[in-house]
Structure formats: C-alpha cells, structure tokens
T-cell receptor, first 112, second 114 residues
C-alpha cells in the first residue's frame, strides 16, 4: 500500500530559528514529490515539486531535499517567521504523476 | 486573479438533505479535482476531471456526483448527505493532469452533517 509518513506530527520553534521536517514514503513507482503549505482555514499552496533526478530544490527560505534511494525527503525552513506557522504537507505521486498520496502533515508553530 | 473560488465557505445540512458545492477557476486549467480533508488523514481524492467533458472516480467517490459544467467550473453534489460526509472539501485545478503540474487549491467548504 502506498503510504506517506511525516514527522514530527507537530513542532514549536522560536522566531528566527531553523527547523527541518521529515517525510518518508513507500509509494512506488515514484513520479515526483511535492511539499505544500497550508495555513489555518485555507487551502494548501505548492512550495516545491521534485523529480527523481533532483536532490535539492529551494523556494526562498524553504529548501527541500530528496533521497530517492532511501525514499526520504526533508523540508528545511531557514530563519523562521511567524507567518511560517502552518501545516506542511508532503505529497508523493505515482502513475506518471496522476495518482497523489498525501501525508497527514506537520503542524508548525513559530513563536516570539 | 482569484485562482480557485469555492462556494459556499460553510454549510450545515441535516441527514438526507442534498446540496451542491461550486468551484470555479480562472487560470485556464484543463484539470480539476475534488478532495476531502478529515482530521488525522491526508487529503483524499473524491472525483476528478482530466479535461473538459470527462470525469472519473477517485479514491472515495461513494455518495457523491460531479459535473464539469465547462472548462472553468466543476461542481460536487451530495444527493443524500450522511454524517460521515462531515468534512472540509477542497477543489483544486492544474494545468494538466499528472506530470509535474502543481495543484492550485481553493480555500475549502466546511460541511457539517447532523
């Protein structure tokens, strides 16, 4: 069964600090891996999409890494801001990108 | 540019009532989707429309029907609502189905069935 597991489930950090969120998957065959940010009460917004050949991809202060051999990805947030408080969802696609399996998300809270 | 617009934002139904959730996108995307999001679970695909004129079942289609009205609009209908359909419903669109095309989501409809 295709699965996407994220850790930690929740995380609290101080503003200005860095953090790393993890995503492990068993989806096969792999097409791409996506990270989304979901603010409370809003729909998810795409941060990055990584294909098999991409190890690292950045979007501003967000940097995603992918190790297709170990089926792991991480999302690193640098110099966190209050506006980074949100749920971060890892999504892995298969079937040429037609079938998406969503993780349950990591709830990040950034405090002063 | 509004992106993906969903109406209504909130809805309370009694068991057995019917309703239609509306979704429209202004990005000229070919593919549209309906997902539901429940606590402790990842988003699950209900139905999708790869292109205008086509619709297909997703992972959890039972109790729902859809209509791709035109390229912009994709509606989701609950014919006889059940408490198990209490959820947050998200409409999404993408330039094409699959590949590396990102999904663009609306802000959801929060539905409670009593």
């Amino acid at each position: 069964k295709n699965q996407v597991e994220q850790s930690p489930q929740s995380l609290i950090i101080l503003e200005g600090k860095n953090c790393t969120l993890q995503c492990n998957y068993t989806v096969s065959p792999f097409s791409n891996l996506r990270w989304y940010k979901q603010d409370t009460g809003r729909g998810p917004v795409s941060l990055t999409i990584m294909t098999f050949s991409e190890n690292t991809k950045s979007n501003g202060r967000y940097t995603a890494t992918l190790d297709a051999d170990t089926k792991q990805s991480s999302l690193h947030i640098t110099a966190s801001q209050l506006s980074d408080s949100a749920s971060y969802i890892c999504v892995v696609s298969t079937g040429g990108g037609n079938k998406l399996t969503f993780g349950t998300g990591t709830q990040l809270k950034v405090e002063l | 540019n509004a992106g993906v617009t969903q109406t209504p934002k909130f809805q309370v139904l009694k068991t057995g009532q019917s309703m239609t959730l509306q979704c429209a996108q202004d990005m000229n995307h070919n593919s549209m989707y309906w997902y539901r999001q429940d606590p402790g679970m990842g988003l699950r695909l209900i139905y999708y429309s790869a292109s205008e004129g086509t619709t297909d079942k997703g992972e959890v289609p039972n109790g729902y029907n859809v209509s791709r009205l035109n390229k912009r609009e994709f509606s989701l209908r609950l014919e006889s609502a059940a408490p198990s359909q209490t959820s947050v419903y998200f409409c999404a669109s993408s330039e094409i189905q699959g590949g590396n095309s990102p999904l663009h989501f609306g802000n959801g409809t929060r539905l409670t069935v009593t």
